[in-house]
């Protein structure tokens, strides 16, 4: 929705950019050669891609979620990142958690129904298809009827410190850059709930112990090298990190 990170950098490099964009903010012209406002987003993306020459493409968040569009660029352009089969396997919640169960690792209770939901546990609804917080709360499982809202799966809720991990992911595996942490819902931002309002970086040892950059990076390995083996490119994953018990938890891949 907003590539203005990815153009910056990209010009930063010496390249020049042409920019599909669904806002169009000042800095980000100031980055690109030419900037598409797509309104209707994300469906109008392919059509402002068509319009511009035949250049590699590079996408960013929250394209994950729409697979199909990614498949549908990938007929017209050259796409310099995942595949839409590789984005797809990373964004299956069971099938993210369940993998990371497997391997050892720390690993959050998910539902698909109400039926599947272990009532002793506290309960987070969030959206399939979500992106930086928007739809996501926490639960009462009695305030459900009988199935969960369409589009929608349960996550265990977890308090504690919101954390996003950078990674590189290449054929030679895949490489922990750096963490962030992830300010949520924070009013001076004027955001609520867990509405994404921005990052603090680079963490270092300082702001968190050496076992959770060690833990962050067995996490990323397991995931690049097991669910998504065709994943290439920048990848985040965000976590929560339980501040009494030092447990990472994942929370998803963008």
């Not at 669904?22 to 598409?36: N, R, Y």
């Not at 002793?120 to 009462?140: C, E, H, M, Y």
């Not at 929608?152 to 895949?174: C, D, E, H, M």
């Not at 702001?207 to 959770?212: K, L, N, Q, S, Y």
């Amino acid at each position: 929705a907003s590539v203005r990170a990815i153009a910056e950098c990209a010009k930063r490099d010496g390249f020049t950019v042409r920019s599909v964009d669904q806002f169009g903010d000042v800095d980000l012209g100031e980055a690109s050669a030419s900037v598409s406002i797509v309104s209707n987003w994300p469906d109008g993306i392919l059509d402002a891609v068509r319009s511009l020459p035949n250049l590699p493409v590079i996408y960013g968040g929250a394209l994950e979620n729409s697979p199909e569009l990614i498949d549908a660029l990938a007929q017209e352009r050259q796409i310099l990142g995942s595949s839409s089969e590789a984005v797809t396997a990373v964004r299956n919640p069971v099938h993210l958690q369940e993998t990371l169960r497997q391997a050892g690792l720390p690993a959050l209770e998910v539902a698909e129904s109400l039926d599947n939901a272990d009532r002793s546990l506290d309960w987070f609804l969030k959206p399939v298809s979500s992106a930086a917080g928007i739809n996501a709360r926490r639960i009462d499982l009695t305030s459900i009827d009988s199935h969960l809202p369409k589009g929608r799966i349960l996550q265990q809720f977890v308090s504690g410190r919101t954390l996003s991990g950078l990674y590189l992911v290449s054929a030679n595996g895949v490489q922990l850059l750096g963490m962030t942490e992830q300010l949520c819902g924070t009013p001076e931002a004027g955001a609520s709930g867990v509405l994404y309002s921005g990052s603090l970086a680079p963490l270092s040892i300082r702001d968190v112990p050496p076992t959770c950059f060690e833990c962050a990076d067995k996490i990323g390995s397991v995931i690049g090298s097991t669910i998504g083996r065709s994943l290439r490119g920048l990848i985040g994953i965000d976590f929560i990190r339980d501040e009494q018990s030092g447990e990472l938890w994942t929370l998803e891949v963008n």
